[in-house]
């Protein structure tokens, strides 16, 4: 099982940027996904989530209108549409496999994770 996340760079408060995630090695719409970050010196933390059909969604709060994930089983690839992105998005964030349903936004609750693809945002 393979996860590669790509997208990030560097874009200025406010612009947008969009992520993708390539997965490949199992049946891949039999899971949803789900998207992390890390922020230097911090926790990894939960940022947004997809079930397989597509039909739900999940995001932490704080990113709640301004960032919307969607998927294409067809493609293997789920994508993070990230608008008005602040200084505080800047991190390095991680797509991430789960077989559990509903809204999951644990770590541990993931069971496969890609290599992470940096994103920063100067004010």
């Known amino acids: 099982v393979q996860l590669q996340a790509s997208g990030g760079g560097l874009v200025q408060a406010g612009g947008s940027l969009t992520l993708s995630c390539k997965v490949s090695?199992?049946?891949?719409?039999?899971?949803?996904v789900g998207w992390f970050r890390q922020a230097p010196g911090k926790e990894r933390d939960f940022v947004a989530a997809i079930t397989w059909s597509g039909t739900s969604t999940y995001y932490t709060d704080s990113v709640k209108g301004r960032f919307t994930i969607s998927r294409d089983n067809a493609k293997n690839t789920v994508y993070l549409q990230m608008n008005r992105l602040k200084p505080e998005d800047t991190a390095v964030y991680y797509c991430?496999?789960?077989?559990?349903?509903?809204?999951?936004?644990?770590?541990?609750?993931?069971?496969?994770w890609g290599q992470g693809t940096q994103v920063t945002v100067s004010s």
């Open positions: 991430a496999t789960t077989h559990y349903a509903g809204r999951r936004v644990g770590l541990n609750e993931y069971d496969y």
């Open positions: 090695g199992f049946t891949f719409d039999d899971y949803a």
